[in-house]
């Protein structure tokens, strides 16, 4: 089964969950791989080292998740609009980033972020709003550290 840039989602892994190199206990990530059987990962505080500072760590996180080894793996996972739907049911706030959104000025708690790894989602999902760091395309690691820069600020940063 291809699932593409696994190492992309290592990095995000990595920016998302342990931006000091501790584990962030007050967030999850959820990695949805689409193709023919969509896979989706959930990656929470409760089965994840309390400390990751290297991508190799990362990327064996990733691979033992893939492998049904740690954490929750769900197969086959529901297509994304019904995934999107399914999270903002149990009252996630759900922003798409792209280049066209607008400027995100804060973290709201609750708030869930759809992003690529390498593409943008397709425009048309169920989301609440579409949101941007900049008008340039950035990594989707770098992306995620600017939301936990947004998380640790206490929100305010640049204005557009």
Same mark, same amino acid.
């Given at each position: 089964?291809?699932?593409?840039?696994?190492?992309?989602?290592?990095?995000? =892994?990595?920016?998302? =969950?342990?931006?000091?190199?501790?584990?962030?206990?007050?967030?999850?990530?959820? &990695?949805?791989?689409?193709?023919?059987?969509?896979?989706?990962? $959930?990656?929470?505080?409760?089965?994840?080292?309390? $400390?990751?500072?290297?991508?190799?760590?990362?990327?064996?996180?990733?691979?033992?998740?893939?492998? #049904?080894?740690?954490?929750?793996? &769900?197969?086959?996972?529901?297509?994304?609009?019904?995934?999107? @739907?399914?999270?903002? #049911?149990? *009252?996630?706030?759900?922003?798409?980033?792209? @280049?066209?959104?607008?400027? !995100?000025? *804060?973290?709201?708690?609750?708030?869930?972020?759809?992003? *690529? !790894?390498?593409?943008?989602?397709?425009?048309? !999902?169920?989301?609440?709003?579409?949101?941007?760091?900049?008008?340039?395309?950035?990594?989707?690691?770098? $992306?995620?550290?600017?939301?936990?820069? =947004?998380?640790?600020? #206490? #929100?305010?940063?640049?204005?557009?």
């Amino acid at each position: 089964m291809g699932y593409g840039r696994l190492d992309i989602a290592a990095r995000v =892994l990595l920016a998302a =969950l342990y931006p000091g190199g501790t584990l962030e206990r007050d967030s999850a990530l959820l &990695v949805y791989l689409d193709s023919d059987e969509p896979l989706l990962l $959930v990656f929470e505080p409760g089965c994840l080292p309390d $400390v990751m500072i290297y991508e190799h760590e990362s990327g064996e996180v990733l691979v033992q998740a893939l492998r #049904g080894q740690v954490c929750h793996r &769900v197969e086959p996972a529901p297509r994304l609009p019904e995934l999107l @739907e399914m999270l903002r #049911g149990q *009252g996630y706030r759900v922003l798409q980033l792209s @280049e066209k959104g607008e400027r !995100l000025q *804060g973290h709201v708690p609750g708030t869930m972020y759809l992003l *690529g !790894l390498r593409v943008d989602p397709p425009e048309g !999902l169920p989301v609440d709003g579409y949101a941007s760091i900049g008008p340039c395309s950035y990594l989707a690691s770098h $992306v995620v550290a600017y939301i936990n820069a =947004l998380k640790r600020l #206490g #929100g305010e940063a640049g204005s557009s």
